[in-house]
């Protein structure tokens, strides 16, 4: 709690911070060492590039919201944001024009349905679905301001590079193999446009969101945009307000009930922390005030979610005391 006078209460927020810096390096480590060899699942195969992927990647990083990273394995093993990219979106958007018109426009609650579920639409009446997932997220990228295709690139370049701390780019062979399998997204689009959900030409607003999708990043990259939202919207390294406190607390909520698609209620009741996946094999969790986790590691379960990732971020939620509905009991006096 801060107050500006006495009695005058101004804002509540997350406190506490990470273990000193020896205990978090030493768990990071630990959480390599332990799952590195699990061979469970394969990588992604409908996205031909993603296919290709090595298995036997794993990397992760901690970044605190003072800037420090801890880092293990192929924390700067280069690959696609994919649907990583879906909560900076929406905060970048939810900035832009409001997290009020974002929320009305988009829906914020959890489908129970998988990231590319068409029935998700529909079932709704309405067209809404949420931010995380494709129908959301490719009806939130029509909305990015700008008039061109261009002019909309600019703004989602921009924004993901400042969350990023350094300027990030498109891989473009994920990018092309993305284009030449893409016909569900572009169904997904065009029923949006026959719901009244869509704010730009369908196959421009697609086209919008596989390249957003095909951004090349590394855990590293990921954590400190993590740990971005972990830190009311303030880049812990450039120091940089990317975006309001207050829209990080929306992000955060609708990372907590949709961030794992149809299995987010596992994943909260596990690690007790907004998370987000992706099928390249990214994952990232978020502990408000104190930092951000991102992993990278292809083999995917049968929901598309990271199998390191999940083992992972279980592990460190409890070792480093992140659960956010963890207590312990008064003393008694």
């Known amino acids: 709690m801060t107050t500006d006078a006495p009695g005058s209460v101004t804002d509540w927020v997350s406190t506490g911070h990470l273990p000193g810096e020896e205990a ?30 090595n298995p036997g990647h794993f990397g992760l990083c901690v970044a605190s919201t003072g800037g420090l990273l801890f880092e293990a ?3 700067t093993q280069p690959f696609s944001i994919q649907s990583l990219s879906k ?5 970048l ?8 018109v974002a929320r009305a426009r988009l829906g914020v ?9 068409v029935l998700a639409v529909e079932r709704s009446g309405e067209g809404l679905s949420n931010p995380m997932v494709n129908a959301g997220a490719i009806a939130a990228t029509s909305l990015v301001p700008g008039d061109t295709a261009e002019a909309k690139w600019h703004f989602i370049e921009e924004g993901f590079s400042r969350f990023a701390g350094r300027q990030l780019q498109v891989d473009q062979a994920v990018y092309a193999s993305e284009i030449a399998s893409n016909r569900r997204n572009l169904g997904i689009a065009t ?18 969101y596989t390249r957003q999708c095909a951004l090349s990043v590394t855990a590293r990259d990921l954590a400190l945009m993590a740990a971005t939202l972990a830190n ?24 907590v009930t949709a961030g794992l698609y149809e299995t987010s209620g596992d994943w909260l009741y596990d690690t007790g922390l907004p998370g987000k996946s992706g099928v390249s094999g990214g994952m990232i969790t978020v502990c408000p005030g104190k930092g951000g986790l991102a992993t990278y590691s292809p083999p995917l379960d ?16 409890e070792r480093l005391g992140l659960n956010l509905f963890a207590s312990r009991p008064l003393a008694p006096f």
Do not use: K
């Open 191 to 208: 029923l949006l446009e026959e719901q009244q959900r869509i704010w730009f030409d369908p196959d421009a607003a697609t086209d919008l």
């Open 302 to 317: 049968e929901s598309g979610n990271s199998v390191r990732g999940q083992l992972t971020a279980r592990f460190l939620s």
């Open 73 to 75: 394995g192929e924390s």
């Open 93 to 100: 958007l939810c900035q832009a024009i409001g997290e009020d």
């Open 109 to 117: 609650n959890s489908t129970g349905l998988p990231f590319n579920s």
């Open 232 to 255: 009311g919207g303030c880049q812990p390294c450039s120091g940089e307000r990317v975006i309001e406190p207050l829209i990080c607390q929306h992000v955060l909520a609708v990372m």
């Open 24 to 53: 978090v390096r030493e768990l990071v480590a630990e959480a390599h060492r332990r799952f590195s060899p699990v061979q469970d699942c394969e990588v992604a195969r409908y996205i031909p590039a993603l296919a290709a992927a």
């Open 87 to 91: 909560p900076f979106l929406f905060a």
